[in-house]
Each structure stands twice: as C-alpha cells, then as structure tokens.
C-alpha cells in the first residue's frame, strides 16, 4: 500500500514536472507561435495537481513535523520553478514511507 509521503512525492513530482512544460514550452508556444493549444492541454492537469499539492502538503504538516517556516517553505515551493524537486530532496526523502 502507497503512503501520504509516496503520493506526496509523486505529486510533488508531477506538479514540477507540468509547471516546468506549462511555462518553459506550452507558453512560448503559444505567445511565440500563436497556439494556444498546449496551454489548454497542460493548464488543467498542473492546477489539479498544484491543488493536490497544497492539500497533501496540509495533510502531512502535522505528521511531518513541520515548523511554520519549513511549511511556507514546502507551499511557497510550488509556485517557484524546479521548487518542487528542491522540496522532494530537502524534506520528502528523509520522511519515513511507512
């Protein structure tokens, strides 16, 4: 059975990784080459998983023993990019799976 702190990891994962194709490709796509197609197609996958992301991370805030700085920190991280990957290796790694 999958842990909060997996599914917490994947989200994390897969948050970065949509944000990163959202504002590195679908973007200047669509303002460089006028189609916005990508956007679409990206845009409501990343905000389920930003969603996702924000609600796992309250979930796990106690559990984690996070201050409220390591918390701002870990919320703050998911508007920023590669934030997420920062977060996994500082503060997810380390966290039991079990």
């Known amino acids: 059975m999958?842990?909060?702190v997996t599914i917490f990891r994947a989200i994390a994962f897969l948050e970065g990784v949509s944000y990163i194709l959202l504002l590195f490709i679908a973007t200047p796509i669509k303002y460089f080459l006028n189609d916005p197609q990508y956007v679409k197609l990206l845009g409501m996958p990343h905000g389920i998983l930003f969603i996702g992301y924000i609600?796992?991370?309250f979930m796990l805030k106690k559990e984690s023993h996070w201050n409220t700085k390591q918390f701002a920190?870990?919320?703050i991280a998911s508007i920023i990019p590669f934030g997420t990957f920062y977060i996994d290796k500082k503060y997810l790694k380390s966290l039991k799976n079990g």
Request: glycine share 0%; no cysteine.
């Open 55 to 57: 609600i796992m991370a």
């Open 2 to 4: 999958f842990s909060f």
């Open 73 to 75: 920190e870990i919320v």
